[in-house]
Each structure stands twice: as C-alpha cells, then as structure tokens.
C-alpha cells in the first residue's frame, strides 16, 4: 500500500478550502437550546421556578443554595436530540446534579453538534451578626459573675437589628470547660430578640462537641412539631466578642420560669433532675432517688424545700407503689407530656434521661407534674458513651441495669394506657411530620453551611466537608426511626 505524506506547505494551502466549508455553515444548521429552567412543579425541593440565560454556549442562573441540587430541567430545542453524561435527556423527565456545571450536547437532524454548559450560581445564605464588646475589653471568665457589655446585632435584612447593653457571663457544665465557650446573656431591658418574646434573659449555645451545628436545633424541631409545652426556639448566628470573631452559634431562650417562658406562674414549680446537683436548693427524692433541683421559685431558706419535696415524694410513691399503675398517679402526673419528651429523647438517643442529666419537670400552682422544657442534646445522636455521633442508629434507649433516672422513666412502661399511649403518638408522629423533620435538616444545613465553613476555619470541629456530616446525620435519623418502629410497637 502506497502512504502518501502532505507537506506542511501543501497542507497550509488545503487550509482556506476547510476554513471556507466551514463559513458556509449557516447557524440555522447547528441545533440550537431554545428555552431552559427549572421548575418547583416538577422539583419540589425548590422554593421557586429557577430561570436561565441562554447565551452563546453558556445557560446561567442564580437561585438561593438547596440541599439536593439533583433536579430535573425543562427546556425546548430544536435539536433532534439531547445529551449529558453519554445519556439521552427527557425535558422534565432526565435529572442531573447541578452541584457544578452540566454540560448538555445538541445534535441536528443533519449531524451537526453543538454543546452547552448549563451552570447555577447557588446564593449561600448570610446568618445576623451578633457583636459583643465587654467593658474595657475585659475578659468573659466566670459562670457566677456577669460582665458589663454592649451589644449590637446586625439581623441581614431578615431580623430587626437591636443595639442596647447587656450582662455577659459563662453557661453549662461540661461545655464550659471547652475551648468555644457557651453564654448567658441579660438584657438591660426586656427586647424582643429575633422575632421572639420580649425578655432580659437569653443564651448563646457555642456547639463545640456538635459537627453540624445543628443537633440542638433538630431536637427543638421534634418538640415543637409534638407541641412539647414551652419549646425552645433556634436562631443560628454569627457573633463577634471584642472584635474577634468566635464561631457560629444558636440564640436561644433562657429556661425559666416567666410569663414569655416557662409559664406556671410566681408559685409554680420548674424543677432540674441532674445528677451534678449543683443548685442552692435541691433534695433528693424518697422514692428513685432522684437528684431534684429546684429552679423556680427563688427561695431564700432550705426550709422552703420541704413542701416542694412533699409534693414531688408524693407522686414518686405512686410510681412506686405496688398498686402501680391504677392507684391514680395520674392525677398527679401529665402522662401526654411524657410521651412527647420519651419521643424526642428516644428519636434522638438523647441518653441523658437515664442518669438523669439537663431533664426539666414544671407544676402550675392547681396543675400536673409535666415534663419540659426539653434541652441539651450535645451528647445525643449517638455520642454518649463511644464519644462520636451519628452511630449506633439501632441501640437502646435505656440502660440495661439502669441508672437513677432509668429505673424512675422506664417504670411508665409498666403502664399499659402510657404504652398505647406513646405507640399512637409515635405513630401519627412517624407518618405525619417526621418527612418534615428530614427536610428542616436539609433546610437547617442550607441556611448554616457558610456560617459552618467559618466556625470550622476557627474550631476545626466536624468534617472539612459539612455536607457530609449533615448526609451522616440525615442518614441515622432515618435508621433511628426504622429502629424505634419496632422497639415503640413492641413494648
């Protein structure tokens, strides 16, 4: 066979006859992207229609960042066909994951290609901006002693922004011994702070142990949509101490007894089982021997106690008695309230019941003993006892053995009307919010991702990537609710 070789002088000469075949093609005979978008009617992550540019070889648009970016475009061409990743697209029908850009190939009737390059720039939400200056700068060392300070938020068009002064001191147990240190706040006037209730008191939750930023704000979450009495409410922000920047945090209500707040009134009872029983006035329990701090009402002597244990004894030797449960605890005792609180507990493996650790209780002067507020899930989600979250989906909830508080919350289990009780509110639970429970974490996650980025520059606590925590915790939220299906039916 003969091989004939081009010089490069005759090849530059073929050159204007390729140049000239190639003039001859009219745009009318490369196929063309007529129209594209993404609609909310046939993606119903979104919150509204997204709208694109087509200009050249480029489809752009801008839309506020969303959890799953797999969506399914629609769009017109007069291309006889359509592809992106070596597959055949569907107007409305073919996904894709517009995490980054996709590129979509045209091709004609008559052959001829064209390629486009569909991309959305994904708006990532802004958190408010709390800034907090001490007076002369001085320094936040103590959980007892406040420290003087002014403080201004800056709400990013989504909240009213406030200026006003403001004491400032250390919160928690565990958590203040950490390196991001959590915060009580007190007004020097009552204010309405984030859309919520005017009062003085407030907390700054710092999250250190958490990777998402987030499981205290799930847990509120749960609560709320069981309609848990006097739920917290989670406002995720930024704040800036002295001039400094120190991470992502939630603003939250302070817990105490107010008119805003846990409302039983002046003589009304909100009482902490915990075992650090580190209160002023506390007792301990007849029966159980449940370590009982006495929150509210502000007594002055120990003798103020006796009647508060009186009543409290009262209702433990209900629960203890061997007339159990047909001896009318139940007069005495809220078992509706319980059933909400075990399910929050429960769904997020939040342990501390069985010490029992941050566990609220409150009585209206004529009312019930209620469980609630709910608070403190930093060790929840799988964390206690192995020290990382988001394993162990399927163990149980109480202690084999038990603890002080194991033995008192797992007693209502011997009550047949509690139990029916507590697999019909878990059922309905299961079927009717907790879809949207999995969505507020996607949403959650959306709304912090930035403000994460940031803490995570500052802390280095949780995954480079925090979308894979957020798919981690999405992920066991899913297996823990497969799990408690057949744990809450079969007791």
């Known amino acids: 066979?003969?091989?004939?070789?081009?010089r490069p002088a005759f090849m530059l000469l073929l050159l204007p006859l390729f140049l000239a075949c190639r003039k001859n093609k009219t745009p009318e005979d490369f196929p063309s992207m007529l129209e594209f978008m993404i609609t909310r009617d046939n993606n119903g992550s979104l919150g509204a229609d997204i709208l694109f540019t087509v200009k050249e070889d480029s489809i752009t648009a801008s839309a506020p960042d969303i959890y799953n970016k797999k969506l399914k475009?629609?769009?017109?061409?007069?291309?006889?066909?359509?592809?992106?990743?070596?597959?055949?697209?569907e107007s409305t029908v073919s996904e894709q994951d517009f995490t980054n850009v996709v590129a979509y190939t045209l091709k004609s009737a008559s052959g001829m290609l064209k390629r486009y390059y569909a991309k959305i720039n994904w708006e990532q939400d802004s958190l408010p901006h709390i800034y907090i200056d001490t007076e002369g700068g001085a320094a936040i060392h103590s959980k007892e002693v406040y420290v003087n300070a002014t403080i201004q938020v800056d709400g990013k068009g989504k909240y009213a922004d406030y200026t006003g002064t403001t004491q400032i001191r250390g919160r928690g147990n565990s958590t203040w011994g950490m390196p991001k240190k959590p915060y009580r706040l007190k007004l020097s006037t009552k204010s309405e702070m984030f859309g919520l209730s005017a009062e003085k008191d407030w907390v700054l939750l710092a999250n250190y142990l958490d990777p998402t930023l987030m499981l205290n704000a799930v847990a509120m979450k749960i609560g709320q949509q069981l309609e848990l009495p006097y739920t917290n409410h989670i406002i995720p922000v930024n704040v800036t101490l002295n001039g400094s920047y120190i991470g992502s945090y939630n603003f939250t209500e302070q817990v105490e007894v107010e008119f805003n707040r846990v409302n039983v009134g002046d003589e009304g009872l909100l009482l902490e089982l915990d075992v650090?029983?580190?209160e002023d006035f506390q007792f301990r329990s007849q029966d159980f021997n449940l370590p009982v701090m006495v929150k509210s009402p502000d007594l002055e002597s120990q003798e103020e106690i006796v009647p508060i244990a009186q009543q409290f004894d009262a209702l433990t030797a209900l629960l203890a008695a061997s007339s159990f449960p047909d001896n009318g605890y139940k007069d005495q005792f809220d078992i509706?309230?319980?059933?909400?609180?075990?399910?929050?507990?429960?769904?997020?493996?939040?342990?501390?019941?069985?010490?029992?650790?941050?566990t609220y209780m409150?009585?209206?002067?004529?009312?019930?003993?209620?469980?609630?507020?709910?608070?403190?899930?930093?060790?929840?989600?799988?964390?206690?006892?192995?020290?990382?979250?988001f394993v162990s989906a399927n163990r149980a909830f109480f202690w084999n053995g038990g603890g002080i508080g194991t033995h008192f919350f797992e007693r209502f289990l011997s009550d047949p009307e509690f139990t029916s009780l507590l697999k019909e509110k878990w059922s309905v639970y299961r079927a009717s919010s907790f879809p949207e429970l999995i969505q507020f974490?996607?949403?959650?996650?959306?709304q912090i991702r930035s403000a994460k980025n940031e803490d995570y520059k500052k802390w280095k606590t949780g995954d480079t990537d925090f979308m894979k925590d957020v798919a981690n915790l999405r992920s066991w939220l899913l297996q823990r609710a497969a799990y408690l299906d057949g744990y809450i039916q079969g007791l």
Do not use: C, R
Request: proline share 4%; net charge negative; hydrophobic share 30%.
């Open 1 to 6: 066979m003969n091989t004939i070789f081009l």
């Open 336 to 358: 509706e309230s319980l059933a909400g609180f075990l399910i929050v507990h429960m769904l997020t493996d939040n342990q501390e019941l069985n010490h029992p650790k941050s």
């Open 73 to 89: 475009p629609s769009f017109t061409t007069d291309a006889g066909s359509v592809q992106a990743g070596g597959e055949e697209q």
């Open 276 to 278: 650090y029983y580190d």
């Open 441 to 446: 974490v996607e949403h959650y996650s959306v």
């Open 362 to 389: 409150h009585k209206s002067t004529s009312g019930k003993f209620t469980m609630g507020p709910i608070w403190d899930f930093d060790w929840a989600y799988g964390y206690e006892g192995g020290g990382t979250h």
